[in-house]
């Protein structure tokens, strides 16, 4: 009889362990994600400011017993920018780390040459710091994008421009997958408008040899410069376009990193547009950004930008998943929930998914850098 009865408590026991043991990077206490982002090199900014929100969110939720009695842990590995780093990256995390999901890559080309690899492991990636179609069209189950499309960006831009009498517009952009899935919006923007590009001029990533793009461009004196790159070679073309005479209006799309540009253009950036997918970081009235603030000051951070925001916004839609997922916690079951979020406030910032649109928001502003860096709406 105690034989039986230890038996029946042990297969009990094995029921939960046995759930948790098959799903990598979830223990009884814990959940471990996965970021592969530029902490180092030319867009260093960029990872530094998705990891700094994503992680503060993230500690702020622990800081309250996590999400079902688990701590969620955040393992971080640069990647430079460079798509053969994020692949291997990519493969250390499923294969080796284990985690159990990833979340905040950044960059178009690392995303892009990485998403074979996690598709093929059925790993879920929430919110990619990229508006590349590629990741958008078709869907890919396993990605989540949190922002707005580079079409959605470029659309903006385009209408502003126009609107205001801009219709000589040129276009500097990275050759690679993200420049040209820029390229590739404003090309839509101005089709639809029965217009043309006046010039185009691009760059290798990782590098500010802009000396042949600034010159095509500036030839044709554009109205408008609509700039796909990131901010050190964006900060290179800027100079040498001001340094030779050119008044044209510059606009970025948001991938740039507006801190991190401001700060490299310093006096120079006075007028330079960017456009941005999530709120005014400086904005409390809006409930998603005083909670942003709020977690953030009381982390000891108290430099708001963009791009760590972003970062914020993306752990909460990860963490809004993983509650909604239960404690039996699966990567299905975090897809089943991600796509079960139909228009989802945030707080005043609504995303929604769907098991056929993972694409989860087209809400775009216009910024545009002032006196001393700070940022205009």
């Known amino acids: 009889m105690k034989a039986r009865f230890l038996i029946a408590s042990l297969l009990a026991c094995a029921v939960p362990f046995k759930s948790i043991a098959q799903t990598p990077g979830v223990t009884a206490k814990s959940i471990l994600l996965g970021q592969s982002a530029a902490f180092s090199g030319p867009a260093a900014q960029l990872g530094i400011q998705m990891n700094i929100g994503t992680k503060a969110y993230f500690d702020s939720v622990n800081a309250q017993g996590g999400v079902y009695g688990r701590r969620i842990e955040l393992k971080t590995r640069d990647d430079r920018y460079e798509a053969s780093l994020c692949v291997e990256n990519t493969r250390t995390f499923i294969e080796e780390d284990k985690v159990f ?7 178009t080309p690392t995303t892009v040459a990485a998403m074979p690899i996690f598709t093929q492991a059925k790993v879920p990636l929430v919110g990619p710091f990229t508006g590349a179609e590629v990741l958008r069209d078709p869907m890919n189950r396993y990605i989540f994008n949190v922002r707005a499309s580079y079409y959605n960006e470029t659309e903006k831009i385009v209408e502003q421009l126009v609107s205001t009498g801009n219709h000589k517009i040129a276009v500097f952009y990275q050759d690679d997958a993200y420049g040209q899935a820029g390229l590739k ?9 029965d217009m043309k590009i006046s010039a185009l001029g691009k760059v290798e990533r990782n590098t500010i040899n802009v000396e042949g793009a600034a010159k095509a461009i500036n030839a044709v004196q554009p109205d408008g410069v609509i700039m796909i ?3 050190t070679s964006i900060t290179e073309f800027v100079r040498q376009m001001k340094n030779a005479g050119s008044t044209t209006q510059f606009h970025n799309v948001s991938f740039v990193g507006s801190k991190a540009l401001a700060d490299t253009l310093k006096d120079e950036g006075y007028g330079v547009a960017i456009s941005q997918v999530v709120p005014f970081p400086w904005s409390p009235s809006v409930p998603i950004v005083k909670e942003y ?5 009381h982390a000891g951070i108290n430099d708001f930008n963009f791009s760590s925001l972003e970062g914020y916004i993306v752990g909460k839609v990860m963490v809004e998943g993983l509650k909604r997922a239960g404690k ?16 989802v406030d945030l707080g005043d ?18 910024t545009m850098i002032g006196h001393a860096g700070k940022f205009i709406k």
Not at 185 to 193: D, F, I, N, S
């Open 293 to 297: 603030e709020q977690v953030l000051t």
């Open 349 to 366: 910032f609504v995303i929604g998914f769907s098991p056929t649109n993972h694409s989860g928001s087209k809400f775009v502003d216009l």
């Open 185 to 193: 919006g404003v090309e839509l923007a101005m089709t639809k408008r």
């Open 328 to 343: 039996d916690l699966t990567r299905e079951k975090l897809i089943a929930a991600l796509e079960g979020m139909n228009n």
């Open 229 to 231: 790159s990131a901010y």
């Open 101 to 107: 999901a990833l979340i905040s890559y950044v960059g």
